[in-house]
């Protein structure tokens, strides 16, 4: 990836299958060359306020959508999600919660924090392979998000 390309989708999963899953789904939508994928909290953090590894992204160049789970190693979802929304530079960004929870009070929760979407993970690849397409389509295609 280079600084000055177009990230549309910021996938941040830890579940190698998932990720594999979701890229052959959006790439079935050419979508997939535009993701960049982080397998923990702290990476995704790093991406959105341009820290660390990605100190040379610009942060007014946003992902179109995030796709976050909410189970992510070293800094989990609920946080990262916290922090992007109680953030001026990035709370504009939408964020979809991609999950395998179906727990009532992580739902609440996600959406207290400032989450745009909450889905579940079928278990069925067709299924998922579905939600994927739709959601890529729609978050990168369709919304019309503001220019940050």
């Given at each position: ?41 702290a ?15 610009n ?14 190693p ?7 999600l ?24 992580d ?42």
């Amino acid at each position: 990836m280079t600084n000055d390309q177009q990230i549309e989708i910021l996938l941040a999963e830890d579940n190698p299958s998932d990720v594999e899953l979701t890229m052959r789904a959006l790439k079935k939508k050419n979508l997939d060359n535009k993701v960049h994928v982080v397998t923990d909290g702290a990476q995704a953090l790093d991406f959105i306020f341009c820290a660390g590894a990605y100190k040379d992204r610009n942060i007014k160049n946003p992902p179109k959508v995030i796709f976050l789970d909410l189970k992510l190693p070293k800094v989990d979802g609920k946080e990262v999600l916290r922090r992007i929304k109680s953030d001026e530079r990035t709370k504009v960004i939408p964020v979809v919660i991609m999950t395998s929870s179906q727990e009532e009070s992580d739902v609440i929760a996600s959406y207290h924090l400032g989450a745009n979407s909450y889905i579940v993970k079928p278990v069925d690849f067709e299924k998922f392979a579905d939600t994927i397409k739709e959601l890529g389509m729609y978050w990168v295609f369709i919304n019309k998000a503001p220019i940050i």
